[in-house]
């Protein structure tokens, strides 16, 4: 361990350490939690036009690792710094669409309609939300149906390619909020997508799965979708005070690299506050260190060059 002083904000997990840049000044350089110095994501420049949009699927098998609270607040911050946003909730609970203040038991039509019905316009089903430039997809309970209704369809896996097709250039990111599991409807999802944003849990039996996903990404872009790209690996519910969350972290960084974002997300009882409230945390708390932390997410991920 680095016997310099260093300092870490318990909810972003960036730290700084002072180091000398070879003028005998020191200078405040940012690392984070494996080490790794924390580049400069500069606020993205406003876009003169819109799309195509670029499809990412947030997609991990197990459930409670912050899928569905990254693609809110994601999709809040991208559409803070001017881009449009499309969410689509692709989960029968409908957890997306009840974080965004849409009661999904009140619906007449939704993604599943847009699955199932050929003739169906998915203008109809798309809802404004509060946030300007995000809009949003809904799912409820119905769509649990569709994993069975959709075997017996010709050309099955790209059900969801051909429902966003006359919408991918609306908008310049389509975040997918996939099921926690890998069945039909995430394969749907990783068939229409151009990339995979993985939240991983900072724990030791979240971190057990991340092999099988990555080898279900594998088998999908050899077969269904050759584009299909990891984007990244988001540290969620992170902690530390807790020597567990770093070995994770550190476990995750040895297994892939920089593939691991730089950015992590703390755990906070912000982030239940807010989805009880139906807001972003970006909107609920807009200083809160997690609110924070997911606009860091949204500039690193355009400066990755995996969105607009």
């Known amino acids: 361990m680095s016997s310099q002083a260093e300092t870490q904000d318990p909810t972003s997990g960036v730290g700084s350490a002072p180091v000398t840049d070879g003028t005998r000044t020191p200078t405040e350089r940012r690392v984070d939690v494996v080490g790794r110095p924390v580049p400069d994501f500069p606020v993205p420049a406003p876009l003169d036009t819109h799309g195509p949009g670029r499809i990412i699927a947030m997609c991990n098998q ?82 649990s149906a569709a994993e069975v209704q ?50 991983l849990e900072c724990e030791f039996f979240a971190l057990r799965g991340v092999a099988l996903l990555v080898e279900t990404i594998e088998k999908v872009r050899d077969r269904l979708n050759p584009r299909l790209e990891v984007d990244g690996i988001l540290a969620t519910m992170f902690d530390s005070r807790t020597l567990h969350s770093r070995e994770v972290v550190a476990r995750v960084h040895e297994a892939f690299g920089d593939t691991l974002f730089h950015t992590v997300i703390g755990r906070t009882v912000k982030f239940p506050d807010a989805s009880v409230a139906a807001e972003p945390i970006t909107v609920y708390a807009p200083s809160h260190p997690g609110a924070q932390a997911y606009r860091q997410l949204a500039r690193e991920l355009i400066a990755r060059g995996d969105a607009a």
């Open 150 to 199: 959709l075997v017996g369809e010709v050309a099955r896996e790209s059900v969801l390619s051909r429902v966003l097709r006359p919408v991918v250039d609306d908008y310049d990111v389509i975040l997918v909020d996939c099921q926690p599991s890998l069945g039909l409807l995430t394969v749907n999802a990783l068939t229409a997508a151009h990339g995979v944003l993985i939240p």
């Open 62 to 143: 197990k459930g409670g690792v912050g899928k569905t609270t990254t693609t809110i607040n994601l999709g809040a911050t991208l559409a803070e710094y001017g881009r449009r946003v499309l969410l689509v909730d692709f989960d029968p609970q409908g957890a997306a669409s009840v974080g965004l203040g849409v009661n999904p038991h009140e619906l007449d039509r939704t993604v599943y309609n847009l699955l199932m019905e050929r003739g169906a316009d998915i203008h109809e089903v798309l809802v404004g939300t509060d946030i300007e430039g995000l809009d949003l997809l809904p799912a409820n309970i119905d769509l």
